[in-house]
């Protein structure tokens, strides 16, 4: 099995680059936020409680978000591996992560970082909430907080993942294309 965490700020282009990712190395693609935006829509207990946050820019309990990864993971016995996008968001999730995949002989074999600036983060968060109809995207405030949140709570996944020597940064500025060849050649090295 082969487990790899795209990681990076919001508006990085996790979710751009796992689309491809998912598609060339056959792996199943688990994005919290999509699994969130699921509940929401159907206005599931879930959905509300987690709505309370992210429309605030905030980080949704640990303890919602590792229950839907946990049934994800289960739910899926014959994945060859798993994209994890915008998960682990904190340490915790992070070890919580790693005992799930330890129940199934499993590790995170790579974690691939994704640095963009903020002004750039900013800007595209902005231009996709024109469009996307995503209340956390429209608002610059709460853009920023979400910024905010990922400093205070976020950064320190890449260090836990790099004690163990996991992690590899790759320039998330400039066309979709460079940043997957990029993106590939990581993965390539580790397969
Ligand atoms: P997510 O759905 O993960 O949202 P995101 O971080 O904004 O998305 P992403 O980074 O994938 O967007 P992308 O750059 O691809 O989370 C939303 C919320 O859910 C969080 O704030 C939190 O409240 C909650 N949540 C989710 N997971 C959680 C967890 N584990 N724990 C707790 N809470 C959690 O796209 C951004 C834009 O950039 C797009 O318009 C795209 O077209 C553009 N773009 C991408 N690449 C580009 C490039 N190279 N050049 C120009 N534009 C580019």
Known sequence: ?????LFGPPGSGKGTQSEKIVEKYNLKHLSTGDLLRAQIKAETPLGLEAKSFMDKGHLVPDSVVIGMISDAIS????AKGFLFDGFPRTEEQAKALDA???KYDAEVNLVLSLVVNEDELIARLLNRGKSSGRSDDSNEA???DRIKEYH???TSVADYYSSFGKVKEVKGV????DIFA???NEIDSKL
């Open 1 to 5: 099995m082969f487990n790899l965490i």
């Open 75 to 78: 739910d899926n016995p014959d």
């Open 100 to 102: 799930l995949l330890n």
């Open 142 to 144: 709460v853009i920023k």
């Open 152 to 154: 205070a709570k976020t």
């Open 174 to 177: 400039g066309s979709l294309e």
């Open 182 to 184: 990029a993106v590939s």
